[in-house]
């Protein structure tokens, strides 16, 4: 008997830490596909419609991009690095550490250019009449999957993952575009 309840403490201790371990890449991995997509996004549509060019357009939107994944990765290697840090420093052994910086740091950068790259395609696809409706729909698609990536990949409700993702990230969007809209002007 005491036997059994050592072994199901040992495997609940394990398991704990696999899921630590699992959310610390799943967290970096749907903030970076996230920040990707809407950021990319928001910058591109707002842009457009100041009215800049199609060249314009595809300049703020690849810097955006290189900017943003090595902002990703560097900031979700710095802050996992500190959760490393504060492990060590309350005594967790180095086997029992979960923060894991370059895990995080790569998730994140990886997925943010993997979610940049939607919205800067649809921007500057060949449907230029309807670039920014484009960008708006397979933006609003991407963010429903990554929604339901993070609920699959967390086992958690997927509707309220993808509602969240979503409507969040759509107000983001709009907001960018009525700026842009508002403001009205391209200063290249």
């Known amino acids: 008997m005491a036997q059994t309840t050592l072994q199901n403490y040992a495997m609940t201790k394990n ?3 696999d899921l630590e371990r699992k959310l610390n890449w799943l967290r970096a991995a749907v903030l970076g596909a996230n920040d990707g997509i809407v950021s990319v996004a928001g910058i591109v549509v707002g842009v457009a419609a100041a009215g800049a060019s ?3 357009i595809l300049l703020a939107g690849v810097a955006a991009i290189v900017a943003g994944a090595i902002s990703m990765g560097g900031g979700e290697f710095i802050s996992v690095s500190a959760q490393r ?3 060590i420093a309350h005594g967790r052994k180095k086997g029992n550490i979960n ?3 370059w895990s995080a740091a790569w998730s994140s950068l990886l997925a943010f250019i993997s979610g940049a790259a939607l919205p800067l395609l649809a921007i500057t696809g060949p449907w230029q009449a309807i670039s920014i409706q484009a960008t708006f ?3 609003a698609l991407a963010l429903a999957i990554t929604g339901w990536w993070a609920a699959w990949a967390g086992s958690t409700p997927v509707l309220r ?3 969240r993702n979503v409507v969040i990230s759509t107000l ?3 907001i960018s575009y009525a700026i842009g809209a508002l ?3 391209t200063i290249l």
């Open 85 to 87: 840090d504060t492990e």
């Open 137 to 139: 729909a397979s933006v």
């Open 99 to 101: 923060a894991r910086p």
């Open 183 to 185: 403001l009205g002007v």
């Open 54 to 56: 199609y060249q314009v």
């Open 161 to 163: 993952s993808i509602a």
């Open 172 to 174: 983001t969007m709009g």
């Open 15 to 17: 398991n704990d830490r």
